[in-house]
């Protein structure tokens, strides 16, 4: 390799240009290892919010302050360690959360979402969640009840908020 080519690759100071090489390697491997998990989003449970394929990031840091709140699209492990699911935060702990003609209802009051575009007639019973559990669903309510995975999770089992 000429001098020039060299120079080119690797600049004035090739010691520099590869210390700085491995510190990027470093922070890439920890960011992208421990602090943002890349998730790609599967079916359609999230429409029109999250397309099927699309690819997300999870903030694993988001909840070490401060907890999870109403409206936050969360990944969720539900069905083992490498299964993780992205939903909607709808009940918050302590809450009765039921869902009537397919519009969630918290502590007797029908919920604002205006994230959700289509409604079957979905019914669930009232429930009481407990002091760490959230209610997660999915935002595109126009499938079938059976088709989708909803319901409680405890907040052990929430991985992070979903940045995009």
Do not use: C
């Amino acid at each position: 390799m000429s001098d020039r080519a060299r120079q080119v690759l690797f600049g004035r100071n090739p010691r520099r240009t590869v210390v700085r090489l491995v510190v990027l390697a470093v922070v890439s491997f920890i960011t992208f290892t421990w602090i943002l998990i890349p998730v790609r989003a599967q079916g359609v449970s999230m429409l029109p919010t999250y397309e099927s394929g699309s690819f997300n990031l999870v903030n694993r840091l988001a909840y070490t302050i401060n907890a999870p709140s109403r409206g936050d699209v969360v990944a969720v492990q539900l069905a083992g360690p490498h299964v993780v699911y992205i939903k909607r935060i709808v009940g918050m702990p302590d809450e009765r959360v039921a869902i009537l003609k397919g519009v969630v209802v918290v502590n007797g009051r029908p919920l604002d979402e205006p994230y959700v575009r289509n409604r079957a007639p979905w019914n669930l019973s009232e429930m009481h969640l407990a002091s760490d559990e959230y209610f997660l669903v999915g935002d595109n309510r126009g499938m079938s009840e059976g088709e989708h995975d909803f319901g409680r999770a405890p907040r052990a089992r929430i991985i992070g908020k979903v940045l995009f």
